[in-house]
């Protein structure tokens, strides 16, 4: 019997974007992916599309799995020979429970490997502009679990945790945190020690409130501050002010739907994100290739007869493209050609086929190429256009009157997709 392997990956506190380059190899391997509650569901883009998915998501008094049915269910999964990804956020092995899962892998001779991952406990504050180390405010740091199992409450040596150079990251700690800070006051803390709370810190919705051991129970109860939270304690939160980069960008806060066609979304919800917003992928069209593919497929048999090539749009350009590299062809055939294209957009996805646009107009439309083209003689040349099934007829008026020989073939076809709205639910 083949034994197969599970790798523990870490994923990091939220943003898909810590995730390590280690981690998406293993991603883009996996047969079969458990996934926790707090894993980022765009990281699920990297799993192959056959790949067994299992969610193992935990919140507080809600297990889908519990840990000796996860236990189990990696077991089962590696003797069937299969390569497990077991993707956890944060680090596997800081309160991840990664390490009771290498102990029961170890036990069943399953092989494995850890993949650490960005743990919360550094991240989350960064991302809330809060350094957890600072030569001028503490010469160490103290990660805690909030939440101690039932059966050991007094397992954490409180008198360990007094007052001192050290900041404290309690991970998992918002429903304990009035015991917490009261715990720290009775062991010699100053009440007016400050304090960060950080909700869903590393995203869109990421929330701080800032207070003191006397008073923060009360302003996160008063903001609704939830879980996942993590609480930090110590002088480092008082630079907060002047370093809180995360919630300054300009679209922080804002939630916005992208419609794109899935696929295309990807660098215009990257570049939101980047300046702080929350994006919900919502394709409203899909793109799909022509109904009848006879006339595109007769136009890229004699690509090079024609004079010129029209693109609108970067689908046209990956349409025709792709068929003519599909019969063994590449630019070599459109040599005969020029080639212009409406805009920057366009002309960058013919530079990935090796192609280079010899007009792109300032104005980003059909008017704008045909103003373009004013200085081009087109009459009796032949001129093709890859379009969508549904364009205006201003471009193909516009070349005709000015004598040209006009082919417009319908390379793709916009239709509706199918979801089932679940994107939006969460608006």
Not at 66 to 85: D, S, T, Y
Request: hydrophobic share 50%; net charge positive; proline share 6%.
């Amino acid at each position: 019997m083949t034994v197969g392997k599970v790798y523990l990956v870490g994923a990091g506190p939220g943003d898909p974007g810590l995730l390590t380059l280690k981690g998406r190899a293993c991603l883009e391997k996996a047969e079969v992916v458990v996934y926790d509650r707090l894993v980022d569901a765009r990281l699920l883009r990297y799993v192959p599309p056959d790949a067994e998915l299992i969610y193992a998501g935990k919140a507080p008094g809600r297990h889908t799995l519990g840990q000796e049915a996860i236990n189990a269910l990696l077991v089962a999964r590696a003797r069937a020979g299969k390569v497990v990804v077991r993707l956890k956020g944060g680090d596997p092995f800081v309160f991840g429970r990664g390490g009771e899962e290498a102990e029961v892998l170890a036990a069943y001779g399953i092989p494995f490997e850890v993949v650490p991952g960005v743990t919360a406990a550094v991240a989350v504050p960064a991302y809330a502009g809060i350094p957890v180390t600072h030569r001028r405010f503490n010469d160490s740091l103290v990660i805690i679990t909030g939440h101690e199992e039932p059966e050991r409450q007094t397992r954490l040596s409180w008198d360990g945790l007094a007052p001192g150079a050290a900041t404290l990251v309690f991970l998992m700690g918002r429903q304990n945190l009035a015991a917490i800070c009261a715990r720290l006051v009775a062991r010699g803390w100053d009440a007016a020690t400050p304090v960060a709370v950080i909700e869903r810190g590393t995203t869109p919705e990421q929330r701080t409130v800032v207070g003191t051991l006397a008073d923060i129970a009360r302003r996160a109860a008063a903001a609704g501050v939830g879980h996942p939270a993590v609480i930090v304690v110590g002088k480092v939160v008082g630079l907060r002010p002047g370093l809180a980069w995360r919630e300054e960008a300009p679209l922080f806060g804002r939630r916005i739907v992208v419609t794109r066609a899935a696929g295309q979304a990807c660098g215009l919800a990257e570049a939101l994100e980047a300046s702080g917003a929350a994006v919900v992928e919502f394709p409203t069209i899909a793109l799909v290739p022509p109904r009848d593919p006879r006339p595109l497929e007769a136009a890229v048999d004699r690509a090079g007869s024609y004079d010129w090539l029209i693109f609108t749009s970067a689908n046209g350009v990956a349409m025709f493209c792709a068929r003519l590299w599909a019969r063994g062809w590449d630019g070599r055939a459109l040599a005969r050609a020029r080639i212009a294209a409406i805009g920057a957009a366009t002309a960058r996805a013919l530079r990935t086929w090796g192609l280079r646009a010899d007009v792109v107009p300032q104005q980003y439309q059909a008017e704008g190429l045909l103003a373009a083209l004013a200085g081009e003689e087109l009459a009796g040349k032949r001129v093709l256009w890859p379009r969508a099934a549904v364009v205006r007829p201003v471009l193909a008026t516009g070349l005709r009157a000015r004598g040209a020989v006009v082919d417009e073939v319908v390379a793709y076809e916009t239709v509706m997709p199918q979801t089932d709205g679940s994107s939006l639910r969460s608006l």
